[in-house]
């Protein structure tokens, strides 16, 4: 029987090692020393610093993908940049490797595949390792998220994390540039990138659905302070509660914007670098996951199905429609909320998503 690892000792190892995206090169020696030490067979480097595992039974079955990210997330701290593990992929990586510890001697059928991503919070990891050839044998898709206090009480568990279709969109705006005491002269790429901003605040979609749309970034600076700038770069952060209503929400927004520059005399490009799709699960999948929570900790435990955020585990369900997907979160008690440089949360709790990756790996494979 190989030996069952402590997820708060993983964690605790991991923390201390946090790397950005595509750079997770210590986090993921880490992950493939620790799943050879279980004699795990590894493959590295897949879709860049990802690492997979294999855990297989004895009899023909079908292949359930476990699958934890890697990456942290850049701060700058006192004008210093500095990698900080604010969104917990840490503990993902943690409690995937000590299901990992648990699961070894024990799949009668079938496979376990152990997927451990990188990059997910510029969202490109998904996609490199589905380049890579990682979906080519799975029948089902597994993964697990920390969540913040406001989401999910510590000790509880969601059976689904509702995630939103995410997209990061720049416009870049063209104008003309004229002397500021001549101002008629030019095109205020400020003035067309302000009238842009709020043609977009007025787009309606159907108020049944959820989306968002705010601009997070505006630059425009000709270097002078009496010319007018004939350059904007926009940024806006799209948010879309289902993948139809994100299509809309990208063609009434290249609309608004290109239509309103055009009113101005100027040009506006629209760019969209990187995006991730909705949420799209497989209900009796999902079910299965709730009854999993309810059977392991009881009826009080299972929250209420949990939103926010984007996240790129989407991209596999996306990629491959036959696959049986399902992501679940788990309350530790996660404050201020994930993606604050000093977010904290109880490591205890870590132990209730090991079990219900092992609980589900058992449910699947038998």
């Known amino acids: 029987m190989s030996k069952i690892l402590d997820p708060v000792a993983l964690w605790q190892d991991l923390h201390q090692i946090p790397e950005l995206a595509m750079q997770e090169v210590k986090t993921s020696a880490y992950v493939a020393k620790t799943l050879e030490e279980l004699d795990i067979p590894v493959t590295r480097n897949v879709g860049g610093t990802g690492v997979v595992g294999y855990i297989r039974g004895e009899e023909p079955g079908p292949v359930l993908m476990l699958r934890a990210d890697m990456d942290a997330l850049p701060f700058t701290i006192d004008g210093k940049e500095c990698a900080i593990h604010a969104c917990g ?17 024990t799949i009668k059928k079938g496979a376990v595949k152990l997927v451990f991503q990188p990059a997910e919070e510029n969202i490109t990891g998904a996609t490199a390792m589905i380049k890579d050839g990682v979906l080519d044998d799975v029948d089902y898709a597994l993964g ?35 002397h500021a005491a001549r101002p008629h002269l030019g095109i205020n790429a400020i003035d067309v990138g302000t009238a842009v901003v709020q043609a977009v605040q007025a787009i309606w979609l159907n108020p049944a659905g959820v989306w968002s749309m705010k601009c997070t970034q505006f630059h425009a600076d000709a270097g002078a302070t009496n010319t007018v700038p004939p350059h904007a770069s926009l940024t806006f952060d799209c948010r879309a509660g289902t993948n139809a209503l994100a299509d809309e929400l990208r063609a009434a927004f290249k609309r608004a914007v ?3 520059a055009a009113a101005f005399g100027a040009t506006a490009v629209v760019t969209e670098r990187g995006s991730c799709p909705a949420a799209e699960y497989d209900e009796d999948f999902k079910a299965m996951v709730a009854e999993s929570i309810v059977s392991l900790f009881g009826k009080e435990a299972l929250a209420k199905d949990c939103g926010g955020g984007g996240e790129d585990f989407h991209n596999f369900k996306m990629a491959k429609p036959s696959i049986k997907a399902a992501y679940f979160g788990v309350g530790v008690g996660a404050t201020p909320g994930l993606h604050a440089a000093n977010m904290t949360f109880d490591p205890k709790y870590l132990e209730n998503g090991v079990k219900v990756f092992v609980d589900m790996t058992h449910r699947v494979l038998g």
């Open 258 to 260: 290109e239509n309103t």
């Open 89 to 105: 992929h840490d503990s993902h990586t943690a409690m995937l490797l000590a299901a990992a510890s648990r699961l070894v001697g």
């Open 144 to 178: 697990a998220h920390i969540r913040p206090i406001q989401d999910v009480p510590a000790g509880q568990i969601c059976a689904g994390v509702m995630h939103s279709a995410s997209l990061t969109t720049f416009v870049e705006i063209e104008g003309r540039s004229a």
